[in-house]
Each structure stands twice: as C-alpha cells, then as structure tokens.
C-alpha cells in the first residue's frame, strides 16, 4: 500500500497550486481519502477530506471556500485544488487512506496509510 504525493512547491501569497496523491496496493474506491498538512513546529492539521465515490468533501474551517478536494478512481488519484493562498498555509501537506471503509472522517485519526508529504511554501 503506497501513496505518493506530487505537486508542491513554492507559491506567491494569493497564487494556486494543485498537489496529486498517486494510490496503489489497495481498492483505491472503496476508501475515503483527505489530506492533512503540518507546519514546522506544530501538530499535523487534518485539512480537506472526499468520500469514497467522490460525492462528499468537506474542509476544516482554515480553507474552506479556498482549497478543494477531488479524486479520480480511474486514476486512483486525489488531489487538492489550493487557491487564494496565505503564507500561512505553508506546510508540509500528505495525503492518507481511511483505515476502514465508510464515511469521511474529519481530523487525523482513522487513517492508516500516509504518503511522504510534499512541501508547500507560500512566500513573496
């Protein structure tokens, strides 16, 4: 079971950026997805989940209206449209895999698999 996170990088204060999670050794369909982020010094923050079949999302507070969620079950691909972006949200982001199947789960506990993290930087 693997997940692998692309995308990041370095980004002006209101830029976008658009980070992928490729999955593989698992039903990629069957499990809710999110993506959590943690900045130097701080706890991991759960920032935007996706229900199994792409039909649900939601995102803490921090994002909302500003980061979206999507996935790809051909592609067994998730990803985070980030827009509008703060310097504050600079972090290292991941994605995870639910550990069981179900509804989504909001904060960073339910998850079993975690990817390496991609970095984002979010500075003039």
């Known amino acids: 079971v693997q997940l692998v996170e692309s995308g990041g990088g370095l980004a002006q204060p209101g830029g976008s950026l658009r980070l992928s999670c490729a999955a593989s050794?698992?039903?990629?369909?069957?499990?809710?997805m999110s993506w959590a982020r943690q900045a130097p010094g701080k706890g991991r923050e759960w920032v935007s989940g996706i229900n199994s079949d792409g039909s649900s999302t939601f995102s803490a507070a921090s994002v909302k209206g500003r980061f979206t969620i999507s996935r790809d079950n051909a592609k067994n691909t998730v990803y985070l449209q980030m827009s509008s972006l703060k310097p504050e949200d600079t972090a290292r982001y991941y994605c995870?895999?639910?550990?069981?199947?179900?509804?989504?789960?909001?904060?960073?506990?339910?998850?079993?698999?975690w990817g390496q993290g991609t970095q984002v930087t979010v500075s003039s």
């Open positions: 995870a895999k639910a550990r069981d199947t179900g509804p989504i789960v909001t904060g960073v506990f339910g998850y079993d698999v």
């Open positions: 050794g698992f039903t990629f369909s069957n499990y809710a």
